[in-house]
């Protein structure tokens, strides 16, 4: 019953998803350096198999350009597309496990400042390797910005040679490809036509464009060698044989278990980021089982994995696509996916009529508005706590994979700058707790200095190095008061300073020391010590 009710609204709905998701699942899968076919692929599985089993209602499902880089660099270490999809499938059984082990909740323990650090470089990562594409100069498959700057060449026409190479048809419809987005976004258009989505637009535009060109014998138009290229089947069977099935021999590499690793952990983060978001969208605010939706995602990428797919996550811009469109249940999703695989079984002529360079262009603004300026600018009025985190995680991530500064760990950058933010974001609040152990204050007084010290609430071994340094570089001939009143734990180490520096180091330097506040369970005596040294 309720689910012919909200067929009226659903259908519509998958008709708009399935309009965003297709170019890009081509796109995505061309930023992966996979076969174009395996990006439709996980469309399909995301939206059939992860829409039938997922708890949410409005998340949508597929290849995502948060994975692009780390599947790139994947692929290129391990050199054998079967052999990865034994990644994808490790990384699915990794999910069921997590799923298992109530995991759900562990995006809730990932700093924001490294999740923003994490997604901004992606969007770095993806403008960079777009670049050769969207310039006609992609003599290397999986897009390498390098390819554009010949370093360490004398050599003028060695310099120059990217120039020549550069097809002025692919960048012409790589440029009107951006305009024709940017313009969708204005209000103008976007109320008039708010279920049209730009990328769609731009990419139907760039195919007439290409076959004006073509039918003209313009010198503009693009070869197939810059076009996308799904195989056609002229029967089921045929149809069947376009899957790929993994080299199960991958379960003995270890650099193939390790990729499976670090793919279940930044997919995971990233789909439970974008239930979290969908859901503080969903007008009826359902709340979505977080261990349910990652035995989905499990289970999606297994298939996935077994079948030639690309890894899956909930993927927030077709999930927020979804959402507008006034979808209700889930069936819009698994719509949006049988009809991902209606256009690959008949229509795969028309699809390879798409220009690269128009899929480059939709990946280029998707990079840059996970990586715009404004971006930058907030958090680093955030404060320092913020902003250190997100650019340690920014650095390294670039640094390992765009720039292969550490070669031997190439394409895991993702996982290791995450790391690094973590670590960052850890060390920023252990010095914050360093110095935030107690409050300081100090005041003139007549019969000398009065120097007041408040301990906090917990005062843990690792405040013992800031609090020893204060009571060292105490003034002689000072009075102290160190009150105890709000603390309910103090560390024993901490506590043998304070008596260390009330019958020994105060004496020695004519400061009177008073404690005040100590529960009796530290053993410390609350008393005015006058003894001084005269």
Known sequence: MQFTKNLKTDLPSGLVVFLVALPLCLGIALASGAPFFSGIISGIVGGIVIGALS??????????????????????????????????????????????????????YIPSSVIKGMLTSIGILIVAKQIPHAFGYDKDEKGNVTELFPYGSENMHELLQPLQHIEVGVTLICVISIIIMLLWEKPFIKKRLPFVPGALVAVIVAILINQLWLSTGSKLAIENEHLVQIKAASSASEFLGFFTFPDFSGFLNSKIIVYGFAIAIIASLETLLSIEAIDNLDPQRRVTNTNRELFAQGVGNAVAGLIGGLPITSVIVRSSANVNAGAKSKFSAIFHGLLLL??????????????????AAILLLTGYKLAKPSVFVQTVKNGKFQYIPFFVTVIVIIAI?????????????????????????????????????????????????????????????????????????????????????????????VLELIKEFRDIKAPLKNIVSKLEGFKDKYQVENQLNVQSVH
């Open 401 to 493: 994979d765009l720039f292969g500064l550490v070669p031997a760990v190439s394409g895991k950058g993702l996982l290791i700058g995450v790391i690094a933010g973590i670590v960052a974001a850890f060390g920023a609040i252990l010095h914050g707790n360093l110095k935030n152990s107690y409050f300081f204050h100090k005041e003139r007084h007549q019969q000398g200095d009065l120097v007041k010290i408040h301990l906090s609430e917990e005062v843990s071994f690792l405040n013992k190095a800031a609090i020893r340094e204060t009571l060292d570089t105490i003034p002689a001939n000072t009075t102290v008061i160190i009150d105890a009143s709000n603390t309910s734990y103090i560390d024993f180490d």
């Open 55 to 108: 708890n949410s209602q409005l998340s949508v499902s597929g290849p995502a350009a948060g994975l692009a880089a780390l599947v790139l660099g994947a692929i290129t270490a391990i050199g054998d597309f079967r052999l990865f999809l034994c990644a994808v499938l490790i990384a699915g059984i990794l999910q069921l496990l997590m799923s298992l082990a109530k995991l759900g909740g562990i995006a809730n």
């Open 342 to 359: 209606i256009s690959v079984i008949f229509i795969p002529m028309l699809l390879n009529k798409i220009p690269l360079s128009a899929l």
